[in-house]
């Protein structure tokens, strides 16, 4: 008869570092992931596709970004298809991300204070010293402080599309701390957006979107379905929220907020689960991708590659990115277990942690954007900021990539236990190893025509 797995008992009452998820919340990251992660890799194909169109034919990139297309009247809503895509298809994923977040605080992560700590001191810490790093090195008479932001932001799908392409077996434990740590991340960009980068308030306008969320919220509430009411009342909310002189995007985080993300009665999913499970495929496989083809497309070339690493503003973003989130994420998740008395889960490493703080460092999205918010009247310095954005990325994720590599046989181990499923039932192993019922079904031979089965011997 085959050994039975062994059965992991805790050693102490400490709270535990990235210890394993519960079965629904496993469940759930694993779907959230894995569409991300498809979203990730046609990140990845566009933005090559981008550079390539960019740098080949450059003036054909260059018409088709700045056509105009839209109504000028009632609201100014002629706009290129650059602005399109980064004022209209980017509230799709901020609308996600705002689903995402709700759901932490109401179901997942951050519901509990104790559970929250370590990912919101990771993620302010990540988002800290980098903006410090960008001010001390843009501080002198060259620098351009302006674009602090820039380097503060994770990009969740592009880092498992290199999860994805270096096929790196992350456990499930980690794989939630960098999805929690990037909702975090997502809401700190969202306020520094709508604070420090909206401009020329319209305050008519904001009213009248602020009317909008509310009878979208009482509608929701209400239990009002059909999305042909809902759809429309969104797009009205992001065009008033345009019109206002905030950005369109906080139109979509707040819808998101809003939506319903507990169970009632004898609900399987709660509407916002729903929406989110429905809308992540449309924002992970076309409006992220569709941005990056209109914002990555930079000239490269040995002068503009040389500029990235001897001009202040360039060199700021790629010292806060590489840097920056690598020491602040993992620091701030060493002070976190430190001062806590949490303990690491004693199947990972603290260079474990390391490695995922540098794959955190991968901005790419978020950065894009706040680029060219950073300097709307030199697009020189918006292209140069995007190119170091990108330089960044890839060296964050050439050096997590090695560090993970290094470990990948272990990481295999741990994702082959936790997928372990002796029974057959659906449920894997590990979720029921106290259970007596499950000890009897492993340990109970299963007749097969060939004779074998889970409990006979081999």
């Not at 939506?259 to 449309?282: A, F, N, T």
């Not at 190119?387 to 590599?405: E, F």
């Amino acid at each position: 008869m085959t050994d039975q797995p062994p059965v992991h008992e805790p050693t102490t009452r400490r709270r535990q570092l990235l210890g394993r998820l519960s079965l629904p919340e496993r469940t759930f990251v694993t779907d959230a992931l894995r569409t991300e992660t498809v979203g990730g890799v046609l990140l990845l194909i566009a933005a090559v596709v981008a550079l390539i169109w960019a740098n080949a034919w450059p003036h054909a990139y260059e018409s088709v970004l700045d056509y105009t297309i839209g109504p000028s009247a009632p609201l100014h809503l002629d706009l290129t298809l650059g602005n399109w895509a980064k004022d209209g298809l980017l509230t799709i994923f901020f609308f996600v991300a705002g689903i995402e977040l709700k759901r932490e605080f109401v179901a997942g992560e951050l519901r509990t204070p104790s559970a929250a700590v370590l990912p919101v001191i990771a993620a302010v810490c990540g988002v800290a010293l980098p903006a410090i790093l960008f001010a001390l090195v843009n501080s002198g008479s060259g620098g351009h402080p302006a674009g602090w932001a820039i380097p503060t932001a994770t990009d969740i799908a592009f880092a498992l599309g290199v999860l994805a392409v270096v096929g790196s077996h992350l456990p499930s434990a980690l794989r939630a701390f960098l999805l929690t740590l990037a909702v975090v991340d997502d809401l700190i960009a969202i306020l520094i957006i709508a604070i420090f980068y909206s401009s020329g308030i319209k305050f008519w306008a904001l009213g009248l979107a602020f009317a909008g969320l509310v009878l979208f919220w009482f509608l929701h509430r209400r239990g009002v379905h059909g999305w042909y009411l809902f759809v429309p009342l969104a797009v009205v909310n992001w065009a008033l929220m345009h019109e206002s002189g905030i950005h369109a995007t906080v139109a979509g985080v707040a819808m998101g907020l809003m939506l319903r993300c507990h169970k009632e009665g004898d609900e399987q999913h709660s509407p916002g689960e729903h929406i989110e499970h429905l809308v992540r495929p449309l924002s992970a496989g076309l409006a992220v991708p569709v941005f990056a083809l209109f914002a990555a497309g930079v000239t490269i070339s040995v002068p503009a590659l040389r500029e990235v690493f001897t001009q202040a503003t360039p060199m700021g973003i790629v010292i806060g990115l590489l840097v920056g989130k690598t020491v602040g994420i993992f620091g701030g998740t060493w002070l976190a277990a430190r001062f806590t008395r949490a303990e690491l889960n004693p199947q990972l490493k603290w260079a474990d942690m390391f490695a995922v703080s540098v794959l955190a460092g991968i901005g790419f999205t978020v950065s894009l954007l706040i680029s060219e918010l950073a300097f709307p009247g030199d697009l020189a310095l918006a292209d140069r900021s995007k190119t170091a954005v990108l330089v960044g990325s890839l060296l964050c994720a050439a050096v997590a990539t090695v560090l993970l590599k290094l470990r990948n046989r272990h990481y295999r181990a741990l994702c082959e236990e936790e997928d372990r499923d002796l029974d057959d039932d659906g449920v894997p192993d590990v979720y029921q190893q106290g259970d007596p019922a499950w000890r009897a079904r492993v340990a109970e031979p299963t007749r097969h025509p060939t004779g074998e089965g889970p409990g006979t011997d081999r």
